[in-house]
């Protein structure tokens, strides 16, 4: 059986602005958006490439026993990019405030490429302060 990763919750407190952050400056396409009731509605978003998205929610019941999550309280999801600094320079021509190209030296987090694969990546908060983590990839997915 397959277990596919399909949608991620993302806690916002205001639905357009952040519909407005991931697909105007982020560039993630809307692929739905719609209200099921009066005072209900969600927004679904997919990274371009990917098989996930996000979804963004305003005044819908909460998943039967769990928690709501706290707007910005979301932290750590990867994106992966076969390019890091076109990556980075994309989000910043598009507004993004997105810290300079890191990666995992022995003394911590260093700027600059990292020697070998999967060690480049670059950071950026939505505007909720939701964290996200872009990481460069050896070769894109359909080539792994």
Do not use: K
């Given at each position: 059986m397959e277990w596919t990763l399909e949608v991620i919750p993302v806690p916002?407190?205001?639905?357009?602005?952040?519909k407005s952050f991931y697909a105007d400056q982020c560039g993630f396409p809307v692929d739905v958006d719609v209200?099921?009731?009066?005072?209900?509605?969600l927004v679904q978003l997919t990274p371009p490439g990917s098989?996930?998205?996000i979804v963004l929610?305003?005044?819908l019941p909460q998943t039967p026993g769990?928690?709501?999550m706290a707007s910005g309280s979301l932290q750590g999801v990867q994106l992966c990019v076969a390019d890091i600094e076109a990556a980075r320079e994309q989000l910043v021509a598009r507004g993004v405030e997105v810290g300079p190209v890191q990666h995992v030296g022995a003394s911590g987090w260093?700027?600059?490429k990292g020697e070998g694969d999967w060690n480049s990546f670059v950071f950026f908060k939505d505007p909720d302060g939701n964290g996200w983590v872009v990481q460069e990839m050896p070769a894109p997915l359909s080539q792994r």
């Open positions: 916002v407190s205001d639905l357009d602005r952040a209200s099921p009731f009066e005072g209900g509605r098989r996930c998205s929610q305003s005044g769990q928690p709501p260093e700027e600059g």
